[in-house]
């Protein structure tokens, strides 16, 4: 390892401190107005943005940071979940574009959790879902044209398994809400409501063992479709419906190999932005529903961030603007030529960066002969080299190739590092996403496996300096790792992390109770052996490798008094074990916190290897 470089101009601290965008969106019916997540201020906080100026002014000024909020589709007001000190439980309150005082949308409900959020296109309703010890809440709010003034909530749908949702047609006639009702996994069919009366118009669930999702309906007011997706052919693909009529088109694509998401509907409602992955590489189409044609877009290479039409989208002209990074550049927004694809300009800059060591795409065999991808980089030098093996949160995501200051961090002293893709991970089609449910911990513990394997192998890492880390489920399996084979590693660093799922589900909020259902297929009562030998505390006793966990006091995904437990029975074991607190939820409090962190665990595997 290389002598640690800890002076406040060190090239990897001037990476976390460059200023980042982290989301953009337009307002429908105003585009002239959008809003943007950006860590400019030094955390995360939501912005609104004179598009034609480029002018951001701040809207939050959160102790912890926020980084996600929803524009008002008028442009007049930005929607986001008021939490105490990123707990992620509170009340949704608007903020006016121009800044000002926060309204409470819901001041007669008790504080609640929430993931789902939603506009309509014509700004006359809003809706969300809530989890509380009954369930899931879908609630509407019918919003006044003129003035703005909102209505009290009215449930639209309930139920006891986890719910998301809604998304509205144009006019805020027709709700959609992805629900588990009908399955004891996390497989979802759509139900979609009269938004006035609440009665049921239409479902959409493809057979046992199938999930389908939505994206949005038709940006015309006369029609609507909904695009969504569905994975009953073993790969997700997009697919129309309309909810009154029941027509339904599926989009085959089966030219294309790996998973295609749809991403925008252009606002003449003639064409879909997608985007299809291959090997957790990105490729972007755009097809034409009227002449049945798919284009692919040559634009340049890394990662395009996307979700419910934030981050890329069709944007002013014939231009579509994207969330764009890779891993030596900072995600920032850029115009693609909406027919070619290539870069026309940057709409908002990202801050300048020092260089950087870029990523390349790797794969290699897991224990079962499942190909497993990952993303490997390497100092400069000969190896084998003290190695990072990294594993992302979710567990339901995809690692793609992305600006990570922390992989940077680890390249500048000399280590390599290498991410990998374990099973369930997303876009590698359903199976290997399902591989976890009800059982998680064993393959993707076999995946990081194999992974070192492969390093050591390959000659990258010298086989007495493995590292094995990640954040949230990450933090989970690095845990597993350390205590299900205690020989293979140097040290495990952990950040925000699950220790043992039956306390966890005690302590977390009510949507993360919610997901952990439908993960196991029951409740700790239903499955309690399952969710033990899941469960990092059960292996305490075989952990030999020094650990480090970094942990939130306030967060609700992965709570306190597991990881508290967790340690207490390392050290009652005689096992060598730190934790660090910060006083924040589970998405940090700020840059200058994430800089800490990284030091802490820098100068935790120079001990180490020391």
Sequence with gaps: MKKLQLDDNAAWKRRFRAPRLWSAELAKADPARGLVVSNQSGKNQLYGWEVESGELTQLTERETGISLGWMATDGRAVYYLD????????????????????????????????????????ANRIGFTTADAEGFHTYVVDADPDSGALSTPRRLFHSKKLADGPAFSADGALAVVATTERATMQYYNLVVYDADSGERVGELWDGEGTSTGYLMFSPA???????????????????????????????????????????????????ILLCHFAEAAQELYVYDLEAGTLGKLDHPNGTYSFYQGKGTFFGPGDEIWAQW????????????????????????????????????????????????????????????????????????????????????????????????NYRGSTTFGREFQEKIWGNPGQWEIEDVVAARAWLVSEGIAHPDQVFV?????????????????????????????????????????????????????????????????????????????????????HDTRTPARPVEAYEARLKALGKAIEVHWFEAGHAGAGVETDIENQERFLQFAKRVLS
């Design 83 to 122: 939490d105490d000190q990123g707990n992620e439980i509170g009340h949704y309150v608007r903020v006016p574009f121009s800044g000002g005082s926060a309204e409470d949308v819901t001041p007669d409900l008790p504080p609640y959790s929430s993931w789902g959020f939603g506009v309509s296109r014509q």
């Design 469 to 553: 880390t990640g954040w949230s489920y990450g933090g989970y399996i690095t845990l597993m790792a350390l205590g299900k084979y205690p020989d293979l590693w140097a040290g495990g660093m952990a950040g925000v992390a699950i220790t043992d799922w039956a306390m966890m589900y005690e302590d977390s909020a009510d949507t993360l109770k919610g997901y952990q259902v439908a993960l196991f297929g029951g409740t700790p009562a239903e499955k309690a052996e399952a969710y033990a030998a899941s469960s990092p505390i059960t292996y305490a006793e075989r952990v030999e490798a020094p650990v480090y966990i970094i942990q939130g006091r």
């Design 325 to 420: 990074q890779d891993a030596t550049h900072p995600a920032q927004i850029i115009a693609l030529d909406g027919n070619s694809g290539e870069k026309l300009r940057t709409v908002l800059v990202a801050g300048e960066v020092p260089p950087g060591q870029p990523w390349q795409s790797i794969s290699f065999a897991s224990s079962d002969g499942q190909a497993i991808q990952g993303w490997l980089a390497v100092p400069e030098g000969e190896g084998p080299f003290p190695t990072i093996l990294h594993t992302h949160g979710g567990p339901e995501v995809v690692m793609t190739e992305v600006f990570e200051p922390r992989s940077q961090a680890w390249l500048d002293h000399g280590f390599a590092i290498l991410s990998i």
């Design 221 to 271: 007011p006369v029609d609507e479709r909904l695009l969504g997706t569905t994975n009953r052919s073993g790969r997700k693909r997009p697919l129309l419906w309309n909810p009154r009529t029941g027509e339904r088109v599926d989009f085959a694509l089966a030219d294309l190999p790996g998973e295609v998401y749809p991403v925008d509907w252009s606002d003449d409602a003639r064409r």
